[in-house]
């Protein structure tokens, strides 16, 4: 049994997919990075000022100024921007793995097969000899085609 899992463990499937994992975390760090950073500052000035990563509702009540300060007071929230922010780098990475996913299955499939040439001989039903396509009579049996 320890030979069975040690030969799984080292299988190239096994290796590919904790490679794919690891490059899958740091590049969904990237797009939350993205989202966080670059894209929703200016949608948020486009909204008034709105500060996306800051929106939420507090549920024991009390008002406090910042997420920081509410998280610093452990007072349960509804954290809307928090949530807002995560879906839209959920929608950027589930876009972009799309585009990854169908442009390595074009270079997957490579190029379209050629069709297959038009056959240039036929068999004579007399004597069951090749011909060409063109003949009108068979040069072994001589019979009409």
Same mark, same amino acid.
């Given at each position: ?9 080292? &299988? ?53 100024? &910042?997420?920081?300060?509410?998280? #610093? ?13 995560? =879906? ?29 040439? #038009? ?8 004597? =069951? ?17």
């Amino acid at each position: 049994m320890l030979s069975e899992f040690k030969k799984f463990l080292i &299988s190239g499937n096994v290796v590919d997919m904790a490679v794919g994992f690891i490059f899958g975390a740091a590049f969904a760090t990237v797009v939350k990075s993205l989202v966080a950073n670059i894209i929703m500052p200016p949608i948020g000035l486009l909204l008034g000022g709105v500060d996306f990563s800051s929106l939420f509702i507090a549920l024991d009540g009390k008002e406090y100024v &910042s997420l920081s300060a509410l998280d #610093a007071a452990g007072a349960p929230a509804i954290k809307l921007g928090v949530f807002i922010n995560d =879906a839209i780098s959920f929608t950027i990475l589930g876009f972009v793995m799309f585009m990854m996913v169908k442009a390595y299955n074009k270079l997957k499939a490579g190029e379209p097969a050629p069709e297959p040439a #038009a056959p240039t001989t036929k068999t004579c039903p007399e004597c =069951a000899m090749e011909i060409p396509v063109a003949a009108k009579t068979c040069p072994y049996c001589k019979s009409a085609q």
